[in-house]
């Protein structure tokens, strides 16, 4: 079972303090160090200090950590143009030495966008969006060295686009693609995934839309085992239950609309190292998730890092 960490740096999290997390994360030996890609904390819009962003995060990050991988979970295609962010995607990619996984969604934030003045369509026309995106990334990362690139469809048109500086990783950083969507999103992925992802969803609606992608797998020929199955859940794991009941507040703060364990296990997980741990083995076991990605939004919490690392991560090992 790979274990990563997920960050919401929209709660106030500034490079600084996202830096310090990954370097922690890093340093004990979590597979990956991941952020959300938000401009607005949901909870408090006002709150200070203001939003940062993930593409010029993971940038520093690229540089200033050495062995651990880092990404989105996940980008939203409504935020950037695909020509920019197949570039700037390359570019960390390149800067990180090939530790780069792309995560990339439709976009769904509504009032996010309103706020900043960013368009965002309707569902059905960003899912064409969306698709267009995924087309144009790749291609872009996968035209040959002095090769143009050809792109004529509904959103975008790219006539005669110049190879990029291409990614370290070839053909294409893994690329993870999640959602709930049970048409579409499994087809997406199908096509397109390395690693398909769950947030926050129960044990069984989880193992129903991995079921969908698997089958939309099979019906281009893809093997399904090829795509890793994913989830992330908001752990408050401490020593003691005080210590847990304070995380669990916490996590109530940020993300209010979570259930617990009791009403839907998937969601939050929380209490001492070794019931997390039989939480996480029964997840796994009605799911067949081989990663977990462990959304912090205190991305302040470094004890906490360390304590899963110690106490729950060797458990995990070899699972």
């Known amino acids: 079972m790979d274990l990563r ?16 997390a990954a370097r922690t994360a890093e340093a ?23 939003p940062t962003d993930a593409w010029t995060t993971l940038a520093g990050l690229a ?25 700037s995607a390359a570019q960390v990619d390149r800067m990180s ?46 035209t040959p060295a002095g090769a143009q690139f050809n792109f004529n469809g509904k959103h975008y048109t790219l006539s005669g686009a110049p190879a990029l500086r291409t990614p370290v990783q ?13 048409k579409r999103t499994p087809r997406l992925a199908a096509r397109f995934a390395n690693e398909f992802n769950v947030i926050f969803a129960g044990a069984a609606d989880a193992a129903a839309q991995f079921a969908r992608v698997a089958t939309a797998a099979r019906a281009i020929g893809r093997d399904p085992g090829g795509i890793v199955r994913s989830a992330a859940v908001a752990p408050a794991v401490g020593r003691t239950n005080g210590d847990s ?16 364990e009791a009403e839907d296990l998937g969601q939050v997980i929380a209490g001492s190292p070794n019931h997390v741990v ?24 470094l004890e ?16």
């Open 5 to 20: 960490i997920l960050t919401e740096p929209q709660f106030g999290g500034t490079y600084e303090d996202q830096l310090a």
């Open 28 to 50: 004990s030996g979590f597979d990956g160090f991941f952020r959300s890609d938000h401009y607005l904390n949901r909870t408090n819009p006002s709150a200070w200090p203001g």
């Open 63 to 87: 540089r200033e950590t050495t062995t651990i991988r880092i990404g989105t979970l996940v980008t939203a295609a409504t935020l950037r143009h695909p020509s920019v962010l197949a570039i």
């Open 97 to 142: 030495h090939g530790r780069l996984d792309f995560g990339l969604g439709s976009g769904h934030d509504e009032e996010e966008h309103r706020l900043y003045g960013v368009p965002i369509p309707a569902i059905e026309e960003r899912f064409d969006l969306y698709n267009e995106q995924l087309e144009i990334i790749t291609g872009l990362w996968t």
């Open 170 to 182: 070839s053909p294409t950083p893994p690329i993870i693609i999640g959602g709930v969507g049970k």
């Open 245 to 260: 009941m304070r995380r669990l507040g916490v996590i109530r703060q940020f993300l209010p609309w979570l259930r617990s």
């Open 278 to 301: 039989d939480q996480i083995g029964r997840y796994r076991e009605a799911t067949g998730i081989t990663r977990l990605y462990l959304d912090l939004p205190d991305v302040w919490d």
């Open 304 to 319: 906490q890092i360390e304590l899963i690392a110690s106490d729950v991560k060797p458990q995990l090992e070899g699972t």
